[in-house]
């Protein structure tokens, strides 16, 4: 290691009696070596077959609810046809540095992150506001955004502006409205369920929402003011050459989640009368 740190001129270790420890620099060498030995690996095999054949661990993130419901069937999909391949999977709703944690691939919905990651499309999703018919019963409709701050509303965490519901109006105008409520929390299908009991409006993605809107467990409210839809990203870190299990995932991602079973028909959200 000594011999090695000299070559580069650089430290690579922090030592200690007790420990060793990467340095920055040791982390983004060791980084870029895992990388270049996974291009070798991917290059060998390209060579002897003509095409490069997903292997090892594949290391992804993703939100807990959009994991569970949406991401789990297609890994079982793409493992029946790569299985070969193993997962390390991280359901978390915060954002994950993907190099810090050395993981390849992150789906993240809106935001991509760093200017240093690389997004690629594979999906949309739409935010819906809704209420259970018990509280519309109790506090009466909203008919406008701005309706909303007399109504109790459901907040989230992680949302770019917690506390600020965007709205667009007919004539392409951005409508943003400062909402306020009891409850507060980090997770979309936790204030799904509290919407569901009635106790307030809640402001949640398709995924989450549907099928309590297929259901009429909950009611979508102010859809002439929809938000434009939010997009579906695979994301990794940048790199000139994609690893074949990050390509393959991202073009299986993309195929199945062109025609997503979460999307609701015009029929099931149509405003009420």
């Not at 997903?54 to 993703?62: F, M, N, Q």
């Not at 406008?144 to 965007?166: A, G, Q």
């Amino acid at each position: 290691m000594a011999e090695l740190e000299a070559h580069l001129d650089a430290r690579l270790l922090n030592r200690t009696t007790r420990r060793l420890s990467l340095t920055e620099s040791g982390r983004v060498f060791h980084e870029r070596c895992l990388q270049l030995l996974s291009d070798l690996d991917e290059a060998e095999q390209s060579a002897n077959a003509g095409t490069a054949t997903p292997r090892g661990t594949l290391r992804l993130t993703c939100s807990i609810t959009f994991g569970a419901r949406h991401l789990a069937p297609v890994i079982a999909d793409y493992f029946a046809r790569y299985p070969q391949l193993r997962f390390d999977i991280e359901l978390s709703d915060r954002a994950t540095d993907l190099i810090d944690e050395g993981l390849d691939v992150a789906v993240r919905i809106g935001d991509i992150g760093s200017t240093s990651l690389v997004g690629r499309k594979v999906g949309e999703t739409r935010l819906l506001c809704v209420a259970a018919p018990s509280y519309l019963a109790r506090h009466g409709e909203p008919r406008r955004p701005e309706d909303l701050t007399k109504h109790l509303c459901l907040s989230y965490e992680y949302s770019v502006n917690r506390y600020v519901w965007p709205f667009r109006d007919a004539h392409g105008r951005t409508r943003n409205v400062r909402i306020a409520g009891p409850i507060h929390a980090n997770h979309g299908r936790f204030l799904e369920a509290l919407a569901v009991a009635g106790v307030g409006i809640a402001y949640e993605p398709d995924f989450i929402v549907g099928p309590d809107v297929r259901t009429g467990r909950v009611i979508p409210l102010l859809r002439k003011f929809e938000a434009p839809p939010s997009n579906i990203y695979v994301v990794y870190p940048s790199r000139r050459h994609l690893s074949a299990k990050v390509r393959t995932f991202a073009d299986f991602l993309s195929e199945r989640f062109a025609h997503p079973e979460w999307a609701l028909a015009p029929a099931e959200t149509r405003p009420r009368e």
